[in-house]
């Protein structure tokens, strides 16, 4: 893994993929949301960060963008809930937040993971054991 510069007005920032969180575009700025809590603006396109984040990122921590203005850590995805519009990211070490999103955006990253997911499995969704029913035999 290795770390990048980022340039905003005031100074020179040094990123470090694994300690970001989501990253939400808005207009011509990004604003990137890092574990630690802090918030910080850039003036760089959506396009330009997650490229960044994914070259400098190691296998642990790949970005997914989500929409047309969210970029994720795919790592902190613990749970998508479409229904209730909640994207739910968390580190395992007690930080998490709650994202809300669009019910269709949710929709379409269901679908994103379970195509990530499965790609990185061996064996093909329909090879995968399921338990038996209580009507077939043991």
């Not at 970001?20 to 960060?49: G, K, P, T």
């Not at 993971?113 to 790609?119: A, I, P, Q, T, Y």
């Amino acid at each position: 893994m290795s770390r990048f510069c980022l340039r905003n007005r005031n100074e020179l920032v040094v990123i470090d993929p694994s300690h970001v969180a989501y990253v939400r575009a808005d207009s011509n700025y990004i604003q990137i949301f890092f574990l630690s809590q802090q918030e910080l603006y850039f003036n760089c396109s959506i396009a330009d960060i997650i490229n960044l984040l994914n070259i400098h990122a190691d296998s642990q921590n790949r970005f997914i963008k989500i929409g047309r203005s969210l970029i994720v850590n795919l790592r902190l995805i613990v749970r998508v809930l479409p229904q209730k519009n909640q994207l739910i990211l968390a580190d395992g070490c007690g930080w998490s937040i709650q994202l809300n999103l669009p019910h269709k955006t949710l929709i379409r990253l269901c679908q994103q993971l379970d195509d990530f997911f499965s790609s990185d499995n061996e064996t093909h969704p329909s090879e995968r054991h399921t338990p038996l029913s209580n009507n077939e035999e043991k």
